[in-house]
C-alpha cells in the first residue's frame, strides 16, 4: 500500500462516522456538523475543510432527496399555500386581476402568465421558480 492509502486507513475509524447517513440519527448529527462547519468556515473556499463542507451537503442533500422527496406542485398549489401561510384571499392579489380571475387560477382553469409569475415570486419574496 501507498503511504496516503496507509496514512489513510489509520485515520477512517475516525472519518468515516463524519461521512455516514443511513439513519435519522446520523443525519441529525449530520446537519449539526454542517452547521458547525458553515459557522466556522463560510464561504471561503481556501479554507482546509471547505472540501468537508461540501462532501457533508452532497451527503446529507443525497439522502434527503432519497427520503424525503419534494413533490411536484403546480403554480396555483404554491399559490394557494402561501396565500394560506400568508392568511390572504382573493381580494389581496389585485396584481393578478380580479378575484374572478385568481378564482379560475386557483381552480386550475387558468394558467399563471410570465407577468403575474413575476409579481407573486416579488411579492412573496420567492424565486418565480415556485410558480412554475
Request: aromatic residues 6%.
Amino acid at each position: 500500500m501507498t503511504l496516503a492509502i496507509n496514512k489513510l486507513q489509520s485515520n477512517w475509524a475516525n472519518i468515516s462516522p463524519l461521512l455516514t447517513i443511513r439513519n435519522e440519527k446520523e443525519l441529525d448529527g449530520a446537519i449539526v456538523r454542517l452547521n458547525e462547519l458553515l459557522d466556522k468556515i463560510g464561504d471561503n473556499e481556501k479554507h482546509p475543510l471547505y472540501s468537508l463542507l461540501d462532501i457533508l451537503g452532497t451527503l446529507i442533500e443525497i439522502y434527503e432527496e432519497e427520503h424525503y422527496p419534494i413533490p411536484e406542485v403546480s403554480g396555483s398549489d404554491a399559490l394557494k399555500f402561501l396565500m394560506e401561510e400568508h392568511n390572504l384571499t382573493q381580494s389581496d392579489l389585485p396584481e393578478i386581476g380580479s378575484q374572478g380571475v385568481v378564482s379560475e387560477i386557483l381552480n386550475g382553469k387558468r394558467d399563471l402568465n410570465v407577468r403575474q409569475v413575476r409579481l407573486l415570486a416579488k411579492k412573496f419574496n420567492v424565486s418565480t421558480a415556485v410558480f412554475i
